[in-house]
């Protein structure tokens, strides 16, 4: 059993450097832009094209959670079935499908970009997977009881919503540029009449959902972090549409949260 505590162990600090980390996140991402997309600048080192960077980037929550999963013997136990297979039906689309779909014209994103995501999510799929897989009591919090719990239901609910408004809200932005453009434009369908970024509230929602369907520190860790991340990176976009279209871009929309923020 000494080696499940050195896995706790891991699990303790890595959760507390995840939860302290967003804080300097949405500071740093108000302050600065992250890199990439409309954002990216000189100052941030080399770049490289989207698609592989988004592999790269994504690559270690696919992976890292597969580890836990068959090191906590993930397979014996239904409700962590249902577990992996909600985390990995969003990471095998996000990891090896979406850097496919993305447009020619999409823009590079600097190096540090697709670094930094793999190391936030190799720490995010260790400690998810901990809580969900190989804690001590996750086998008795964790038995077919769960699925009628309203933590399930309700936070499958959201996942599923989420997923929805994320899905739709990407494929508005896709459906923008004709093969061979590179520029911009308003989107106007969906969310996107509510908010500048819809994308990342689904995103957040999914999240969140996690958070509720597994009750759970390390869901709820993902889903702070999630805010931190997008919340500035909504502000940021909806700053930039302001500027770049003017009085053409209608002045009700929000950043990410309809009505709130
Ligand atoms: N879990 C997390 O913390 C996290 C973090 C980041 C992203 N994500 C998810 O990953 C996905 C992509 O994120 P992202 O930050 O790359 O989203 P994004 O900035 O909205 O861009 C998505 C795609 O749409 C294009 N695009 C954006 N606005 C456009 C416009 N006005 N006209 C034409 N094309 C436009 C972009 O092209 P360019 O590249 O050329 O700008 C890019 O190809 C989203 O679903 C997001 O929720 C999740």
Redesign the pocket.
């Known amino acids: 059993m000494e080696h499940l505590s050195d896995y706790s162990h891991a699990y303790q600090i890595l959760l507390v450097f995840q939860l302290v980390s967003s804080i300097f996140v949405v500071l740093f991402l108000f302050y600065k832009s ?1 890199p ?5 600048t000189k100052g941030f080192g080399p770049v490289m094209p ?1 698609r592989p960077g ?1 592999v790269i980037m994504e690559f270690p929550a696919f992976a890292v959670i597969l580890v836990m999963f068959y090191l906590g013997r993930g397979w014996e136990n239904p409700a962590m079935v249902v577990f992996i297979c909600i985390w990995e039906f969003h990471y095998i689309y ?1 990891t090896f499908v ?1 850097p496919l779909r ?2 020619k ?5 600097a190096i540090a970009i697709p670094l930094t ?1 793999a190391l ?1 999510n190799s720490v995010n799929g260790y400690i998810n997977g901990y809580e969900m897989f190989l804690s001590p009591d996750a086998a008795v919090k964790y038995d077919l009881s769960w699925f009628l719990t309203p933590y399930f239901i309700v936070g499958t609910g959201l996942f599923v919503a989420g997923w929805i408004i ?2 739709h ?2 494929a508005v ?2 459906s ?2 004709k093969p061979g ?7 106007n369908r969906g969310l996107h009449k509510w908010v500048a ?1 819809p ?2 509230f ?3 929602m ?2 969140l959902g996690w958070a509720v369907l597994t009750a759970s520190w390390a869901g709820l860790a ?1 889903a702070v ?2 805010f931190a ?2 919340g500035p ?1 909504a502000y940021k ?1 909806l700053q930039w ?1 302001r500027e770049k279209f003017g009085d053409e871009y209608p002045s009700s929309r929000k950043a990410m949260i309809p009505f709130v923020f």
């Open positions: 992250a990439y997309g409309k954002f990216v989207a988004w996000r979406y993305l447009s014209g999409s823009r590079p994103m995501g936030f994320n899905q809200s990407d932005l896709r923008l540029r453009e590179t520029g911009y434009k308003i989107p970024s994308n990342y689904g995103e957040f999914e999240w993902f972090f999630t991340n997008l990176r976009n549409y």
